[in-house]
């Protein structure tokens, strides 16, 4: 049997859906995970379904430790609030929980994403010569600041990707080593971006992104052709395993069924 399960086919699947089952599978039984909707929401979702039952997610609008019924659309929908241990407040999370340093990983999205991991969610175009106006900070910058771990999901295009932000909303590194330190921040930092063509870790001690991880049928020409810098490539460079078909099963059937966030993109099979 378990050499017949080894020869079955690999499910088709897209790009969006690997990269979130890839984030997921960051994600560890028994952490504390800050989250918001979207793509965020439902890697933590799936790896509590699928491998850490025990996670325990904490959502800005104050809910603690629910169990989310599909799919919620913002952080004060009810069915975000489904099971919670507790409906708590914004001061609660960001303050009792968050910036009290109980949080294990910020899980993020964000417009742009620098080399030294810092995040822009407020404008494109920098001060003076605004092109176009982000929704902000959120709780995003309480995030980067305090959370020990920072997991980043987006998709991977040049223009999210830029040598320096236009302007940096949720600090990763700053400038560069020592960085955080000169800004008052903690220093035990570590940033995950998984995109829809690579995962990147931030060096700990040149503290850029470099790549760790390649998705399949991914080279790294294509992932320097679509970042704003180059990132360095990690000696122990990895292939990204593709889904298993209960991963799938889950997400698509059970976690976002009528595909608010799943958008139908090329098969990752079709990819360039």
């Known amino acids: 049997m378990h050499e017949a399960a080894a020869q079955a086919p690999t499910p088709a699947f897209t790009r969006q859906e690997l990269m979130v089952i890839e984030a997921a599978r960051r994600l560890h039984d028994g952490q504390v995970v800050f989250v918001g909707t979207g793509l965020p929401l439902l890697a933590t979702a799936l790896a509590?379904?699928?491998h850490a039952p025990n996670i325990v997610m904490v959502i800005e609008s104050g809910v603690i430790?629910?169990?989310v019924r599909p799919t919620p659309i913002s952080v004060s929908?009810?069915?975000v609030m489904a099971r919670a241990m507790r409906l708590g407040t914004l001061r609660e999370v960001l303050g009792g929980l968050l910036q009290r340093g109980l949080i294990d990983v910020g899980f993020l999205g964000g417009a742009q994403i620098d080399r030294h991991a810092n995040i822009n969610s407020t404008q494109i175009g920098p001060p003076g010569a605004l092109r176009r106006r982000l929704p902000?900070?959120?709780g995003a910058n309480d995030m980067a600041s305090h959370c020990?771990?920072?997991?980043?999901?987006t998709h991977h295009e040049p223009r999210r990707f830029p040598e320096r932000c236009d302007y940096v909303t949720s600090p990763g590194f700053l400038d560069g080593p020592g960085g955080r330190q000169r800004a008052g921040l903690p220093a035990d930092f570590a940033v995950t971006v998984v995109t829809d063509l690579a995962v990147l870790e931030a060096d700990p001690s040149t503290c850029t992104l470099r790549l760790t991880g390649l998705m399949p049928g991914v080279d790294v020409a294509t992932v320097w052709a679509h970042t704003g810098f180059r990132p360095e490539v990690a000696p122990d460079l990895q292939e990204v395993a593709p889904p298993a078909a209960d991963d799938l099963t889950v997400l698509r059937e059970e976690l976002d069924p009528?595909?608010?966030y799943l958008k139908a993109d090329e098969p990752a099979a079709a990819r360039r």
């Open 65 to 67: 430790a629910p169990l």
């Open 136 to 138: 902000g900070s959120g």
């Open 77 to 79: 929908d009810p069915k």
């Open 48 to 50: 509590q379904r699928r």
């Open 258 to 260: 009528q595909r608010v």
């Open 148 to 153: 020990r771990r920072l997991l980043v999901i």
